[in-house]
């Protein structure tokens, strides 16, 4: 295992595109990162530059003391999952998960050894003479994962590697690459443009966006407070509104919004915590029109539009709420929940 340092890492393509640009970051030893953000914002880049996929245009990076700029991607000691699993179609299981060893000058008995641990702690031994034709998607992940494992990396690169499974089955090999890494601790870098995804394997999330950190945290201070603008719309499901000023700054209002941050005129407003229902404590009301009510079992959802500029506005609602499509009602959103920013920085005002 090894820690990972990142300090001004950039890369430009011809032309001066920037497809990275100043990424500085620490990741401790045995502790698991997730790089997220929408597609096109830099996050398998900055993963292939770390394997040595992509060439590093600026900065400088190490792995475990040791600076790697220059050194090709098996001098790492890293290891790397894809998302399209990139298996041998005409090696049997062991075959695959064998063959990197193999490379390496390793023992038969030591491969064996390695290759019957490994097959066992991902539950595919059964499957070990077959090839991955033969598998189901889920089974092929694994052997993927196990490929990688198998070699006992300093570091564990994972892109995308969920994105073709179906919605079922990534939960459940999001539980296990979960378990998985707390049992090793190996360090890991996971890319991956699903946000619920970043949320729950992460132990520190890095969003991104066109090429540079927009905030680094723990998975619940990132959903908590959002720095910017875009990780506040980006993190969560669903989305967080934001409310300008020319909707939430109205006579009703007036006194709540003296209360507000020096500079803010735009606001972030989860959809579960608005209510129906006037708070007791200071708090904004915004009047709505019912556009649809959305029924999602226990987390059904409301969608409204502000008055009177019409803005998009989401409440997570219980699935028994009576609403009438068209009909017009009020709502609320205690100060103490909401997110204040400034629109011009895209920054927090508190």
């Not at 092929?140 to 994972?158: I, K, T």
């Not at 890991?188 to 090429?211: F, P």
């Given at each position: 295992m090894a820690a990972i340092k990142i300090e001004g890492l950039g890369k430009v393509y011809p032309g001066d595109i920037r497809a990275v640009q100043d990424i500085n970051l620490d990741i401790?030893?045995?502790e698991f990162i997730v790089l997220v953000g929408p597609s096109g914002c830099g996050k398998s880049t900055l993963l292939r530059m770390?394997?040595?996929?992509?060439?590093?245009?600026?900065?400088?990076?190490?792995i475990g003391n040791k600076v790697v700029n220059q050194?090709?991607?098996?001098?790492?000691?890293?290891?790397?999952?894809?998302?399209?699993?990139?298996?041998?179609?005409?090696?049997?299981?062991?075959?695959?998960?064998a063959y990197g060893l193999k490379n390496r000058g390793f023992s038969q008995q030591d491969i064996?050894?390695?290759?019957?641990?490994t097959a066992k702690m991902l539950e595919i031994n059964p499957f070990l003479d077959r090839k991955p034709r033969a598998l189901s998607g889920g089974q092929r992940q694994r052997v993927a994962m196990g490929r990688a494992l198998v070699r006992e990396p300093a570091a564990f690169l994972l892109d995308e590697p969920l994105s073709n499974l179906d919605a079922k089955l990534r939960v459940q090999m999001r539980v296990e690459i979960k378990q998985l890494q707390r049992r090793l601790k190996t360090t890991s870098l996971y890319v991956t443009h699903d946000q619920l995804e970043a949320m729950t394997l992460g132990d520190r999330l890095v969003v991104l966006n066109q090429g540079r950190i927009e905030q680094v945290g723990s998975p619940m201070d990132v959903y908590h407070r959002p720095e910017t603008l875009f990780v506040a719309e980006f993190i969560g499901s669903p989305s967080m509104n934001i409310v300008r000023?020319?909707?939430?700054a109205n006579k009703d209002n007036q006194e709540a919004v003296k209360q507000l941050p020096e500079g803010t005129d735009v606001i972030g407003v989860r959809p579960d915590t608005v209510v129906f229902e006037k708070p007791a404590e200071p708090h904004l009301s915004f009047d709505c029109e019912v556009k649809l009510f959305e029924p999602a079992g226990a987390e059904s959802h409301l969608y409204l539009h502000l008055l009177p500029d019409r803005q998009a506005f989401t409440m997570r609602v219980e699935e028994n709420t009576a609403v009438a499509e068209g009909g017009k009602i009020m709502v609320y959103a205690p100060l103490s929940v909401l997110h204040p920013f400034n629109e011009a920085s895209g920054r927090r005002t508190d």
């Amino acid at each position: 295992m090894a820690a990972i340092k990142i300090e001004g890492l950039g890369k430009v393509y011809p032309g001066d595109i920037r497809a990275v640009q100043d990424i500085n970051l620490d990741i401790a030893d045995g502790e698991f990162i997730v790089l997220v953000g929408p597609s096109g914002c830099g996050k398998s880049t900055l993963l292939r530059m770390v394997a040595g996929l992509e060439t590093i245009t600026e900065g400088e990076l190490s792995i475990g003391n040791k600076v790697v700029n220059q050194l090709e991607p098996a001098e790492r000691d890293i290891a790397m999952v894809f998302q399209n699993y990139a298996l041998y179609p005409h090696m049997t299981v062991y075959k695959n998960l064998a063959y990197g060893l193999k490379n390496r000058g390793f023992s038969q008995q030591d491969i064996d050894e390695r290759v019957q641990n490994t097959a066992k702690m991902l539950e595919i031994n059964p499957f070990l003479d077959r090839k991955p034709r033969a598998l189901s998607g889920g089974q092929r992940q694994r052997v993927a994962m196990g490929r990688a494992l198998v070699r006992e990396p300093a570091a564990f690169l994972l892109d995308e590697p969920l994105s073709n499974l179906d919605a079922k089955l990534r939960v459940q090999m999001r539980v296990e690459i979960k378990q998985l890494q707390r049992r090793l601790k190996t360090t890991s870098l996971y890319v991956t443009h699903d946000q619920l995804e970043a949320m729950t394997l992460g132990d520190r999330l890095v969003v991104l966006n066109q090429g540079r950190i927009e905030q680094v945290g723990s998975p619940m201070d990132v959903y908590h407070r959002p720095e910017t603008l875009f990780v506040a719309e980006f993190i969560g499901s669903p989305s967080m509104n934001i409310v300008r000023a020319s909707t939430f700054a109205n006579k009703d209002n007036q006194e709540a919004v003296k209360q507000l941050p020096e500079g803010t005129d735009v606001i972030g407003v989860r959809p579960d915590t608005v209510v129906f229902e006037k708070p007791a404590e200071p708090h904004l009301s915004f009047d709505c029109e019912v556009k649809l009510f959305e029924p999602a079992g226990a987390e059904s959802h409301l969608y409204l539009h502000l008055l009177p500029d019409r803005q998009a506005f989401t409440m997570r609602v219980e699935e028994n709420t009576a609403v009438a499509e068209g009909g017009k009602i009020m709502v609320y959103a205690p100060l103490s929940v909401l997110h204040p920013f400034n629109e011009a920085s895209g920054r927090r005002t508190d």
